[in-house]
């Protein structure tokens, strides 16, 4: 299972960037059945669970992203959304879609599949 992660780039501090998640064919049929987030990592740091949302909509995010950071789904699209704004130079990292098992899974221990990270790069 690969998603296709899209969308990064280098931004100004203040600027937005909007991330996109493709599934692969083998979860197309059955994409909205999986809770879904983003996660992110840093140079030099571990990664950190950013935004998810569940098959039913329910939406959480990361303190260090609320209210700046918006993560939707469309499953006519099977695709994943992180929309960013507000960005900041410590926003900088490789950012990577993540759909959950369903058994076993959380967003502090995700149990999953994990799609290549897209960069971004916040400059000040």
Not at 19 to 27: G, M, N, V, Y
Not at 81 to 106: H, N, Q, R, V
């Amino acid at each position: 299972v690969q998603l296709q992660a899209s969308g990064g780039g280098l931004v100004q501090a203040g600027g937005s960037l909007r991330l996109s998640c493709k599934a692969p064919r083998s979860i197309l049929s059955t994409f909205n059945t999986y809770d879904m987030g983003w996660y992110r990592q840093a140079p030099g740091k571990q990664r950190e669970w950013v935004a998810g949302i569940s098959s039913d909509y329910e939406i959480n995010y990361a303190d260090s992203v609320k209210g700046r950071f918006s993560i939707s789904r469309d499953n006519g699209k099977k695709t994943l959304y992180l929309l960013m704004s507000s960005l900041k130079p410590e926003d900088t990292a490789a950012y990577y879609c993540f759909s959950a098992s369903p058994y076993g899974s959380s967003w502090s221990t995700p149990v999953g599949s994990w799609g290549q990270g897209t960069l971004v790069t916040v400059s000040s």
